[in-house]
């Protein structure tokens, strides 16, 4: 049924009902959370081998995890994410179990140090940062909390919109770099295209010092047929801006969110430039558990097994299950839009213009709590209040259907609210 088509007494009959379905879930006495992308404990279960001690304390190269080194070890895990990622192991600096955390102080130093000879920005009258949105809510967080004044860029099935960005970073020295999540991006499950990589790495910029944060946070999260990604350091490198890109990455959804390994990836002058500050700050990483990452999973084929695992037990079947129902309860409805990612965590879904924030409330009366909505955007304001986060990947497969269920009754009550609206 084509909701948009439905004259004022068919729109009241319809909300007559769907109050009904509404009113009911409400009865069940629901407690769901899907406001996060959590791995479920069935999915941390898969990963059990790596709360076992590393079969040696020391590495290849006779380092031993267990004492103080320098801040470049391990070498042979720069080397492990090299192969992984189709990386140089030159390239790499590792860090703890959060990229997030290495994504924040990469911006702190270039705020208090500045990048490469540039004029550090906490000199600067005003520091502007893009945000392809809907986009990864902590990462707004971070260049909110730092003072950055946020731009919102659209995302498009390819990227963000780049002839906006190309047109922005051209006119304006004060933009000074754009978050990038290229592949399954949170949460629309977006890839960025060939084309949009060797733009961004090709643009000429206003500002020298722009810098490009790569977050590949879900770069092997293939939960159907993997999709290539263009590697943007050597497309930064080509266009003569190798210093353009800091590129991240984590084990965190691999082994467990808590306790992963991150790294970064840069060019050869930032990589100096970072590792002369980092020395000051940190001695390094936990060796230990690199040793125990590397031993339980050794080659990118054992990474792809492992995920594929993943995928094939724990979250295919949950996108099956929110694709679903989306379709079946919401396709045809002109209620909503959503695109079928083909991996990562999350599924984003389109409702009318200005129900947003009424679908997640009336989910949350019943029992389903959901990411605020406008969280997928900067200062957390959807323009059109429209951009919901479906974090398919906690509940249990029975759960998620009921949620999934109640969901498209939220949608779809909401929908209707909003058409009467109009028909006052």
């Not at 380092?63 to 390239?91: C, H, K, Q, T």
């Not at 059109?384 to 986060?389: F, Q, T």
């Not at 479906?390 to 009550?413: G, Q």
């Amino acid at each position: 049924m084509n909701y948009l088509t439905l004259d004022r007494e068919a729109l009241l009959q319809a909300h007559t009902e769907l109050q009904r379905q509404f009113d009911h879930f409400c009865t069940m006495g629901l407690s769901l959370n899907m406001a996060r992308g959590k791995p479920s404990p069935e999915q941390l279960d898969l990963s059990a081998a790596f709360l076992n001690p590393p079969p040696s304390v020391c590495s290849p190269g006779g380092v031993d995890g267990r004492n103080y080194s320098v801040l470049e070890d391990l070498p042979e895990m720069r080397r492990w994410f090299a192969d992984l990622l189709g990386l140089s192991a030159e390239s790499i600096l590792l860090g703890g179990n959060s990229s997030l955390n290495l994504m924040y102080d990469s911006l702190c130093r270039l705020l208090l140090f500045g990048k490469l000879g540039s004029t550090p920005w906490c000199r600067l009258e005003k520091v502007k940062w893009l945000c392809p949105s809907p986009g990864y809510d902590r990462h707004f967080a971070v260049t909110e909390h730092l003072g950055f004044e946020l731009i919102t860029v659209p995302m498009t099935p390819e990227g963000p919109d780049m002839d906006l960005v190309e047109r922005l970073v051209a006119g304006d020295a004060a933009i000074k770099g754009i978050w990038c999540v290229p592949l399954y991006a949170n949460p629309q499950g977006a890839c960025y295209s060939d084309e949009t990589v060797e733009r961004l790495a090709a643009m000429e910029t206003a500002a020298e010092d722009f810098t490009i944060l790569w977050d590949n946070a879900y770069g092997v999260h293939h939960v159907y047929e993997p999709v290539a990604l263009l590697d943007i350091l050597e497309a930064c490198a080509r266009a003569g801006h190798a210093d353009r890109v800091f590129y991240y990455f984590s084990t965190s959804k691999i082994s467990f969110p808590g306790a992963g390994v991150s790294m970064m990836a840069m060019s050869p002058a930032n990589r100096r430039e970072a590792v002369a500050h980092m020395t000051v700050q940190t001695i390094g990483p936990d060796k230990l558990n690199q040793l125990r990452l590397m031993a339980v999973l050794p080659t990118p084929a054992d990474v792809e097994a492992h995920m594929k695992l993943q995928a094939d037990r724990m979250l295919r079947p949950r996108f099956d299950i929110v694709l679903e129902a989306l379709e079946r309860e919401l396709g045809g409805t002109g209620l909503a839009e959503w695109i079928s990612p083909r991996g990562g965590y999350f599924v984003a879904v389109d409702t009318l213009e200005g129900c947003a924030a009424r679908t997640v409330a009336l989910a949350g009366q019943a029992g389903v709590v959901m990411t605020g909505a406008g969280a997928t955007f900067p200062y957390k304001k959807d323009p059109r209040d429209s951009n919901i986060r479906v974090a398919p990947s906690y509940p249990t497969l029975e759960e998620l259907r009921t949620a999934m269920s109640l969901f498209c009754v939220c949608v779809k009550l909401a929908g209707v609210e909003k058409l009467l609206e109009g028909c006052a």
